[in-house]
């Protein structure tokens, strides 16, 4: 040990010394290390794998979407394609002065066709997978699907979760709704959980003054704002977010920043009451 | 010095180089005359550095050695029931940690399920030719057996020396059965006395399943009947073996991605499997359908089930026996083929009941119980468990209808 208590007793000048001045051997290592960082650097920095010029060139922008999900997607009575996220994907297309043509696959196949080339983007209602960040790369958040509390627009008292104490809280019976209200109803003392067979009529109990408040999904809350409820908050999160190649940057960046107009312009929350509110 | 390192020391090659370097700084340090001399410096660095990359290096190497904490099985447990047909499929395939393993059944066994399908994939199991890692099914057949659950074990994934290169998991050559027919014979002598059955592959009329080759029931037959003959040999040949349940599909005439699995069985009958199998698994999904809606041939309902047992009477096997091995109801909010979550319910208590009344139904096994990791995706509300093990309410009903106790849905439900 007394070369440790030597090396205490060594001083700063000669720490910094060699820190300044490092044998060759030191300057060697340092140096390899330096190319060998750079080098991994070049060959790791994302690339972009020109998606974008080849949908200029061709004209068209392939989007992928499973058309078995409305609101979001699904087949009308004339069988096209329409939904909350063809109209953001048409808003896509139409700021990449392109056409637009949707390519309906399989909620399990969505990523294999982003990998596969068969298409360039995915709007379906998708949420975010960490699992899947290595091979696909997802745009900014559009929705939230996750569980909310809703109450009636006049009852203002409701603030949040912690209000529920000794509360009336409908949910459909059997929902994650459900799985949420019995959480919360552990926490506050004298809340009762009412269960109804909808999410619908759960609201509805909440408009008669039935209960206090509500539990529902984001599309049902969303849908219902227009109806004399409001949203308190978010008790849990389901994003929902668009993806591209994990090499399509240049494409990333057009879709986010389609995306951030539509939210900045208020078209998003447009779209929202179209599809969500009015049920088009 | 006399150093001793254990031939089985995980630590042995990162404790080697740091003796190496122990002895030889020793040496170094007996040389100097100024143990600080600013030319010998540079090098005490980097050998600092040294020591702490090898100690870094041993670490890692005892922390990838070091085994998971094993998980007592716990006292012999009975799976208390009012219906002893009831089951789930698990999915404990990809469950790495023993104590999900364990909590997942013990969950199952409260709930009042008798019965689990497990996956046990050949690949996993015969990583290489003739060498087999049985420690994963062990933990899952032991804590299966100690919560008392019948195992119904479904077997497939090809390994990829017994495939070319590129192909999928699914993609078994002609040459290659014998190869599958020997993990099954190898898989029953480990536990045929501890499973109630064994499955012979998955779906086959699916390309899918089959691995983009050709739909080929007669290939399929061909592949059942090695694997029966190889469980025979077997050290259990008692152990019931089924024939590989159907996906319910109204896929068209010359399809290229499934065939009508009525049309499958009515060829694989053809083709002999009836006397090559020693009950039918079968997958019964309701879609969008109470579980007492009619069979009928142009249709996907849970009671299509009975149109599988017609055809089994109608070739001359009426004693044999079908286990439902997937099936059920899905609640995802949107989802086309999705029900209410109450409905679900009421749905899946209905399937119950049904089976135990079908003499012929041996267990209705639904899917899926838990599924490890979110799918994020509709399949999330397959489940009746959360990844971490929070209970949806379809757990409380089913497991108040095995209990015989009363349903919310005559309780404190509001209906209209």
Redesign the interface.
Known sequence: M??VV??YG?GLR?FM??ILH??R??RI?IVSLLVAIAGTIFFLFPRDDGTLAEIRQRGTLRVGLDA?????E?INEQGEIVGLDVDIAQAVAADLGVELELVNIG??GLYDALLARRANLVIS?L???P?WTQDVAYTRNYFNAGQVLVTSATKLTIEGPEDMAGRIV?V????QA??EG?RLAKEMAGMTL??????A?ALE?VLND?ADAAIV?G??AVAATGRGLRLVTYLTDEWYAAAVHIDSRELLDVVNQTLTRLDESGEMAKMQAKWLENGE | MQWQISKNSTTKVPGLIFICYLERYNLE?SNQTN??N??F???F??RWLLIVLCLFLAAIVLRAAVPPRPIELGPQQTALTTNPKMGVHTRLTDEVEPWKVKRTLEMVRQMGAPWIVEYFPWAYREPLPGFFDWSHSDLVINHANRQGLKVIARLGFVPEWARPTDSASSFLLPERRPDFADYVQAFVNRYGDRIAAVIIWNEPNLALEWGFQPIDPEGYTELLKLSYQQVQASNYPNVPVLGGALAPTLAPPGSDQAMNDLIYLQRMLDAGAGEAMDGLAAHAYGWSFPADDPPQPDLINFRRTELLRQMLVDNGYPHMPIYITEGGWN?H?????AV???Q??EYTIQAYELVESWPWAKTAALWAFRYP?PA???LDYFTFVTPEF?P???YF?IQRYSRGEVS??SS?????
Not at chain 1, 172 to 175: K, P, Q
Not at chain 1, 194 to 199: C, F, G, L, T
Not at chain 2, 333 to 337: A, I, K, L, N
């Open positions: 007394s070369f030597k090396y060594w000669h010394h060699y490092p044998p051997h030191i290592i078995s999900f409305p609101p979001f699904t909620f399990d209602g949420p975010y997978d699992r409908a459909e019976w059997g929902s459900d799985m019995r009412q269960r109804y067979p909808s999410a009529e109990a039935q999904d599309v049902s | 340090m143990a600080f600013p030319n410096s540079g090098a660095w980097l609640d909010p949107r989802w086309t083929r209410k979550p109450a679900r319910i990791w994020r995706t509709y929070d949806k309410p379809i009903e919310e849905s404190d439900v509001n209906h209209k």
